[in-house]
């Protein structure tokens, strides 16, 4: 079978939480989603719901049921919930996860559309003009006798309209692979010291900082120990964000408190002070989630003030080329009034 779909695992989870919530067995919430589901949800999903009865027939595990119809990570976590019994929050901590995650993937590509949009204007209209605008000069005064500044247009314009547009998008696209490549393998001192302070890597950072923190409530919560807990957050997680969860085992290791054995430049000033102070008491998970959501907040803040800065600048820059063409024009007609 194949995995879940995201839509549908969230909506999965969100109908287990409800129906163990109102203390309904998980085998007849399960039956229950597929009865009243069939009609509604796709024909896989509902096989899928299917598989997961039968395999609790002969195994009463949610765990065992769900290996290889959802992520690897998330059948971990599940596991975690249902060997510490609160089956129920810990399928919700995922759920919210999930949707915290997405909501965050889709703010940061909103933030990047208006400035792909102005820039697509941008080449559209300085084409437009070298295509259709200046070639009617051509007849009353040659290009090499233009002004330098309509020259340089003109031949961009032309240049973009035989091709260079799909350069430019082969360039960005490659830029992009490469800084997801680095994002993800990228490790050491001129990452933690230099890298990790500019786009995008440290928004990566904070999206692994906020996701490490709800991780970690979540799994505390279920009774882990944190040194286990880390572990199982490092399952399949990148190399960048593995070397610093190694770091954190290795000082754990040699008995360094929270605040010194979490130090590996992942977690703020202000979130190690306070792992510290709280640590010893009983309430730590509803901190450390606190944290989390504390994260989330201000990752989202610093997104639409990304948008903002993006936005203005593929404004300004639309602006520069609208008054780059204008001048060019008349720079243009002042040397055809002086050649006449």
């Known amino acids: 079978m194949k995995i879940i779909s995201k839509k549908y695992r969230l909506e999965l989870y969100s109908m287990l939480v409800d129906l163990l919530n109102d203390n ?34 002969s195994n009463s595990s949610l765990t065992d049921a769900l290996t290889g119809l959802i992520p690897d990570k998330e059948v971990l976590m599940i596991n975690v919930a249902e060997n510490s019994g ?21 703010k940061a590509i909103s933030s990047m559309i208006t400035p792909s949009v102005m820039l697509i204007v941008t080449m559209v209209v300085i084409a437009g003009y ?44 490659i830029f992009i692979t490469i800084l997801v490549f680095m994002s993800k393998n990228i490790t050491g001192n001129f990452r933690d010291g230099f890298l990790d302070k500019l786009p995008p890597f440290n928004f990566v950072k904070h999206i692994a900082a906020t996701e490490f923190l709800a991780n970690m409530s979540m799994l505390l919560d279920s009774r882990v120990p944190f040194k286990e807990g880390l572990d199982i957050v490092d399952h399949k997680t990148t190399r960048w964000l593995s070397s610093h969860l190694q770091k954190m085992k290795a000082n754990m290791q040699e008995g360094l408190d929270y605040k010194q054995a979490l130090d590996t430049n992942l977690l703020d000033k202000k979130m ?11 309430n730590f998970s509803d901190v450390m989630q606190k944290l989390a959501i504390e994260a989330n907040i201000n990752l989202h803040k610093k997104i639409a003030t990304l948008a903002g800065v993006m936005k203005n600048i593929s404004l300004i820059t639309l602006a520069l080329s609208v008054i780059w063409i204008f001048g060019a024009i008349f720079s243009l007609v002042d040397k055809l009034s002086s050649s006449l």
Do not use: C, H
């Open 24 to 57: 309904i067995p998980l085998y007849d919430a399960l039956n229950k989603i597929q009865n009243e589901g069939v009609g509604i949800y796709d024909k896989n999903f509902i096989k899928s719901i299917e598989l997961i009865k039968d395999r609790m027939k």
């Open 86 to 106: 609160k089956i129920s929050s810990g399928i919700a901590a995922i759920r919210k996860n999930i949707i915290d995650a997405d909501e965050i993937k889709s």
């Open 130 to 173: 070298s295509v259709k605008v200046f070639p009617t000069f051509e007849s009353v005064l040659p290009v090499s006798r233009w002004p330098g500044v309509t020259q340089a247009l003109y031949n961009l314009g032309f240049s973009l309209y035989e091709g260079l547009w799909i350069k430019v998008i082969i360039f960005v696209a």
């Open 272 to 282: 190690l002070l306070t792992m510290a102070v709280y640590s010893e008491l009983p």
